[in-house]
């Protein structure tokens, strides 16, 4: 059944089968210069299995129009799974209503929306905003933009040279003139989990408002936004095995009522006259025009999939993965792993001495290892620890110990070919 | 096949420009600068010029971080650019782009062919081409726009 696996193993669990899993991914099947695929980028997009394609397909052959507007038998039954969708998507991240739901383009656009829509009003000259050092470039760009248009103070928290975060820190650069931390939950380039609802708490103590940018926490383990308390998380579709172009922001009501529009157009009014408007309520109020429909329902067909599964066992086979790989590394001395934070999320990042990561990555991918090498989009976290860029192997539900030996391999003949 | 694209990408020259590259550091007195970066690599290459008459390259030296592909080919083309003038070195360029694109490289006289074809490999791999022409690039806005 899942032999293969467990006998190298033995210490998968029996409730998750990720050769099984693998055979839900068509494209594992194929290979690149004649060599079997070895997907390690799952970090920056993971692959979609069978059913959100089909399900995708099915929908724009059977039941696809435009939502919300149309009378019609089929603008009903798009209407219908959009909403469908919107109410996937609350059960996943178990929010309290549909309506605190914003489907959004990605990640992305959630966390501009919330830059803009939310706090741009709040911001006066020297407000703060704390975030971490590990943050992505999305949670940094968009409060940029408030300390460049409107003077806002960006208060950087480091992380340990593990790259776990010190929660003491983060807890002391929160002041009477803090109006929000946006923090992720799961760094893209270390791995390191923060601690959610320890930083909630805090925040809240000193009445303070937290958004996480849960791109990539939400794949890795489930995400309760009420027992959090947290106000503000944002999703994207295709880091969760759903298609690229749709996401999510889950904010808390109180929040979405008190929030100005973000994109003007259709979809989002009460009512448009010459000289005054009003606007629809939230979420509408905040998917202006028409909707990537057909991704949405992939989306939700995606976050269905990932459900079926034990998350708990799909995260521990993550984890053997990350721990089996770290063990393999370590015969190599010529190489650092960047990110040893405890319980972190499968991700492993690591500097080679004497090979750049473009090197290395073009070599891996001869033998059909697909690794991501870069700045990750997370130049600040680099500068904290000295490198100009970093290679990355993440690793997703459908990975197996094989592939961890593909790249330990790919390795070796690379560090025979570069020096 | 693989493997031979790889060691033809990776041969022993570029590692050996890489590793040990010709005329680096800064260029005291440089009559022209300029910074070039690459945000997908992180690759960063700084060229110095001492331009003469016609804008011939009396002198050149270039600092850099990043891949091998990036340092190497800047460490080959101050090897090269060095007396020229920049019709000549405008011409080398050109012969170089055509090159690493896997494009007709013939316009090149034959002894800077022979020389630049070690750089040729690249072309197998469209995704490193950049890294490749980084420092030409920024040669020619040290040229144009980097009088100091």
């Known amino acids: 059944m899942n032999a293969p696996v467990l006998n190298q193993t033995g210490k998968i669990s029996a409730s998750f089968d990720a050769e099984k899993a693998r055979g839900d991914f068509e494209i594992l099947s194929r290979t690149v210069y004649g060599k079997p695929l070895v997907y390690l980028d799952s970090g920056a997009s993971a692959q979609k299995p069978r059913v959100v394609l089909d399900a995708m397909r099915d929908f724009a052959q059977s039941e696809y129009a435009n939502v919300h507007r149309g009378v019609h038998f089929l603008s009903a039954a798009a209407t219908d799974r959009y909403e469908a969708a919107r109410r996937t998507v609350q059960k996943f991240l178990n929010a309290a209503r549909e309506d605190e739901i914003v489907f959004t383009k990605g990640g992305t656009e959630a966390i501009n929306l919330v830059s803009y829509s939310y706090l741009a009003p709040l911001i006066q000259p020297g407000d703060e905003i704390v975030l971490t050092v590990m943050e992505h470039h999305s949670n940094i760009v968009p409060w940029h933009f408030l300390r460049e248009r409107q003077g806002a103070v960006l208060r950087w928290v480091d992380v340990r040279d593990d790259g776990s975060l010190d929660i003491e820190a983060l807890d002391a650069a929160i002041n009477a003139k803090t109006k929000l931390v946006a923090v992720t939950h799961m760094s893209n380039v270390l791995g390191t989990i923060t601690p959610l609802k320890d930083i909630v708490a805090r925040a809240h103590a000193k009445g303070v408002p937290v958004l996480a940018d849960g791109c990539q926490g939400a794949v890795h383990e489930p995400v309760d936004v009420q027992a959090l308390d947290i106000d503000f998380y944002a999703i994207t579709g295709h880091k969760l095995y759903g298609p690229t172009g749709i996401g999510a922001l889950y904010a808390k009501r109180a929040h979405l009522k008190a929030m100005r529009p973000f994109n003007g157009g259709g979809e989002m009014i009460r009512e448009v006259m010459k000289d005054r408007i009003t606007y629809a309520d939230a979420p509408a109020r905040f998917e202006a025009g028409t909707p990537p429909i057909i991704e949405t329902v992939g989306l939700a067909t995606a976050l269905d999939y990932l459900s079926a599964f034990d998350r708990k066992a799909v995260a521990a086979h993550e984890y053997d993965l990350l721990a089996y790989a770290r063990e393999q590394v370590k015969q190599f001395n010529w190489l650092r792993v960047i990110g040893d934070a405890p319980g972190k999320g499968a991700i492993l990042s690591f500097e080679a001495e004497g090979m750049h990561a473009h090197d290395l990555a073009t070599i891996l991918d001869r033998e059909g290892v697909a690794v991501r090498a870069g700045h990750h989009c997370a130049q600040v976290l680099m500068e904290r620890f000295g490198v100009a860029s970093t290679s990355r192997a993440s690793f997703a539900l459908y990975n197996t110990r094989a592939d961890v030996d593909a790249l330990i391999a790919g390795l070796s003949k690379a560090r025979g070919i570069l020096t | ?148």
């Open chain 2, 1 to 148: 096949m693989t493997d031979n694209a790889l060691r033809e990408l990776y041969q022993e020259v570029i590692l050996d420009h890489s590793r040990h590259p010709r005329h680096y550091g800064a260029l005291e007195g440089a009559s022209h600068k300029a910074e070039g970066y690459n945000p997908l690599c992180g690759d960063r290459v700084t060229v110095y010029l001492k331009l003469g008459e016609d804008n011939r390259v009396a002198d050149i030296k270039f600092e850099g971080k990043g891949c091998a592909i990036s340092q190497a080919s800047a460490s080959m083309m101050t090897d090269m650019l060095k007396g020229r003038t920049a019709a000549e070195a405008e011409r080398l360029m050109q012969g170089f782009l055509h090159l690493v694109k896997g494009e007709d490289a013939s316009d090149l006289p034959e002894d800077d062919r022979e020389r630049l074809e070690v750089m040729g490999g690249i072309s197998e791999f469209p995704m490193r081409v950049k890294c490749a022409t980084l420092a030409w690039h920024t040669y020619r806005n040290a040229v144009e726009e980097g009088a100091t």
